[in-house]
């Protein structure tokens, strides 16, 4: 059974940065795909990064809101993905999920693109 857990959230000031980790287990093949959403207080869910792609070359795409300040990039040996977050904001502050996904498929941030695992959360604050 594959087990996605994130790590690496917590609480910062404005302007300061964060990287989330998300470390999947439970199989030995890589995904296709992994992703990085959040959800804020009263908000729905959004994607934020992902990245897709097999053999060494990947894609990735991220939400206008952070691109610029968020670098998403994985480590296919150890099935991890990772979500470096600078100039945070406000606006940052969420539960982070990640998320996989096994199939080939376009663009992994399509509001249709469907992922097969998720993991538990991170929370993100960024206050002052």
């Known amino acids: 059974q594959v087990q996605l857990v994130e790590s690496g959230g917590g609480l910062v000031q404005p302007g300061e940065s964060l990287r989330l980790s998300c470390a999947a287990s439970?199989?030995?093949?890589?995904?296709?795909?992994m992703a990085w959403f959040r959800q804020a207080p009263g908000k729905e869910r959004e994607g934020v990064s992902c990245?897709?792609?097999?053999?060494?070359?990947?894609?990735?795409y991220y939400a206008e809101s952070v691109k610029g300040r968020f670098t998403i990039s994985r480590d296919n040996a150890e099935n991890t993905v990772y979500l470096q977050m600078n100039s945070l904001n406000g606006e940052d502050t969420a539960i982070y999920y990640c998320?996989?996904?096994?199939?080939?498929?376009?663009?992994?941030?399509?509001?249709?693109?469907?992922?097969?695992?998720w993991g538990q959360g991170t929370v993100v604050t960024v206050s002052s």
């Open positions: 439970g199989n030995t093949l890589d995904f296709y795909a």
């Open positions: 998320a996989a996904r096994w199939r080939y498929g376009n663009n992994c941030l399509r509001p249709d693109y469907s992922y097969d695992h």
């Open positions: 990245i897709s792609g097999s053999g060494g070359f990947d894609i990735t």
